[in-house]
């Protein structure tokens, strides 16, 4: 039979701790009562409790100095702290220093113990989480332990010190640009430039200049010479990610720097020799953009000397664990939480995940996590929440097309509605926007090329349907 839970209560008032111990022994709980801050801190280092409530104001320590120290000493142990004074910015003070939670006096009795239930299952939970690996790499290293990404390994150690162009191909957030990394840190280029280049980040009408270069004059804005990212990486290492986004002109002057060693800058007559070793990577499916004729056949077999296939995180889901430790610690030194852990139930529940974003949606759904679970055992919740729908969806976006279809165009045979086609297709547009900046991870001049779109209509039509990626693009 388990044990009763064991309150810590800090309470100067004696009616109020009176009334809170008598609510919390009817519980079913356990309580110490302390009445000033000094007594009641000493208490809680000494002795295990499930769960701390305290006082703001009171003799001795004040409730927001207990809450930092026993944060530091005890990090799992939850405390609550009570307080009368209706501040944001105290409510602020008391999560930013490791409080689990607060209430704001008066409070209702049944609205403190539903709050102590949730702090002693977490206390508990934390006695009893998931036993992780603590061997895992540091810095930009790749991780994973699974049969595939030994052979990704295996192939690394084969073409790093080659001097041959090496593809990268992989879904969107495998960790693309830590193999192009790991290549260059096991090249005998190491101590030489390492450029990098996001070929879709940058407007089509600047990326010929961000790559070549221009001569002063080149064009209207042109005020001096600018050194392209070829001629800064010679000698070295130059990362092309995302060059399945390059369009058929830049592609073709690519193919003639790959074919010659030699670049030309925007504006210029000379040409220039270049030592570069190229790495790129992409997405995109090469074989199908090239039967569209939107990527170049003979470029392709310039790229595709040496190829890495990055397996989804689907297919490696033995690395998750592996995974999870490694981003709860990065995270959790980057949002200063101590020693954060993951509940058994909520790793098993990471692992059955089909993971559309792979190990850059793992490491966003852990992150956000950590903060809603203030650091303690994360549970399936708190998963939940992050492995929902991206935020800007609607209710209606869950419901299958067939359905909405027919709901539609029920409601205007009820004359709810006046125009069915008009909603359908406005519901068709914004689940296409929606969808096309998930996938270009808010750039809007990625999306807009993809649906068709200039880039002021692809802005004026996320105002439109209210939303808003974080980046312009």
């Known amino acids: 039979m388990q044990r009763p839970a064991h309150i810590l209560l800090i309470e100067d008032d004696t009616s109020l701790a009176t009334v809170i111990t008598d609510a919390l022994e009817a519980g079913g709980y356990q309580v110490t009562l302390a009445?000033?801050?000094?007594?009641?801190?000493?208490?809680?280092?000494?002795?295990p409790y499930d769960a701390l409530l305290t006082d703001f104001q009171m003799p001795g320590q004040d409730g927001l100095d207990i809450v930092l120290k026993l944060h530091e000493e005890k990090p799992h142990l939850p405390v609550i702290l009570m307080t009368a004074h209706h501040s944001t910015d105290v409510a602020i003070q008391a999560t930013r220093r490791g409080a689990w939670d607060y209430l704001m006096k008066p409070f209702p009795l049944a609205t403190m113990l539903s709050l102590i239930g949730r702090a002693v299952e977490c206390s508990r939970l934390a006695a009893r989480p998931v036993a992780l690996e603590r061997e895992v790499a540091e810095g930009d290293s790749i991780i994973g332990r699974?049969?595939?990404?030994?052979?990704?390994?295996?192939?690394?150690?084969?073409?790093?010190?080659?001097?041959?162009t090496v593809l990268i191909r992989g879904e969107t957030g495998t960790g693309k640009e830590?193999?192009?990394?790991?290549?260059?840190?096991?090249?005998?280029?190491?101590?030489?430039?390492?450029?990098?280049?996001?070929?879709?980040?940058i407007p089509e009408t600047l990326l010929e200049s961000e790559l070549f270069g221009h001569e002063k004059g080149a064009f209207t804005g042109a005020e001096a010479r600018r050194i392209g990212r070829f001629e800064q990486a010679d000698k070295g290492?130059?990362?092309?990610?995302?060059?399945g986004e390059l369009s058929m002109g830049t592609q073709a002057k690519l193919l003639r720097v790959l074919q010659e060693k030699t670049i030309s800058r925007v504006g210029g007559r000379e040409n220039i020799e270049v030592d570069v070793?190229?790495?790129a990577a992409t997405h995109v499916d090469l074989e199908a953009a090239i039967a569209a004729k939107h990527f170049r056949e003979d470029l392709f077999y310039r790229l595709n000397v040496v190829t890495l296939t990055l397996p989804p995180l689907r297919d490696r889901r033995e690395d998750i664990?592996?995974?999870a430790q490694y981003f709860l610690r990065r995270h959790g030194e980057d949002l200063q939480i101590s020693q954060p852990t993951l509940q058994p139930e909520a790793l098993a529940?990471?692992?059955?995940?089909?993971?559309?974003?792979?190990?850059?949606?793992?490491?966003?759904?852990l992150r956000k996590a950590l903060l809603s679970a203030r650091g303690y055992p994360i549970g399936i919740v708190d998963l939940e929440k992050n492995l929902r729908a991206p935020v800007g969806a609607t209710a209606s976006t869950s419901v299958p097309w067939q359905k909405f279809v027919t709901d539609t165009v029920e409601a205007a045979s009820r004359g709810e509605i006046e125009d069915a086609m008009k909603v359908l297709h406005g519901k068709i547009e914004e689940e296409a926007l929606r969808h096309a900046i998930e996938l270009a991870e808010g750039n809007q001049a990625k999306a807009a090329r993809w649906l068709g779109l200039s880039l002021p209509t692809m802005r004026e039509k996320l105002r439109l349907h209210a939303l808003h990626p974080k980046q312009e693009g």
């Open 349 to 365: 529940h990471l692992e059955k995940q089909p993971w559309p974003g792979n190990v850059r949606q793992l490491e966003n759904v």
């Open 277 to 279: 070793r190229v790495i």
């Open 178 to 201: 830590l193999v192009a990394r790991a290549l260059m840190r096991f090249s005998d280029r190491l101590q030489k430039p390492y450029v990098t280049v996001n070929c879709a980040a």
């Open 237 to 243: 290492t130059l990362f092309l990610d995302e060059i």
């Open 35 to 47: 009445q000033d801050g000094n007594a009641g801190f000493a208490l809680a280092r000494k002795n």
């Open 321 to 323: 664990p592996l995974l």
């Open 146 to 164: 699974s049969p595939g990404m030994q052979e990704v390994y295996k192939e690394i150690g084969r073409v790093a010190a080659k001097p041959v």
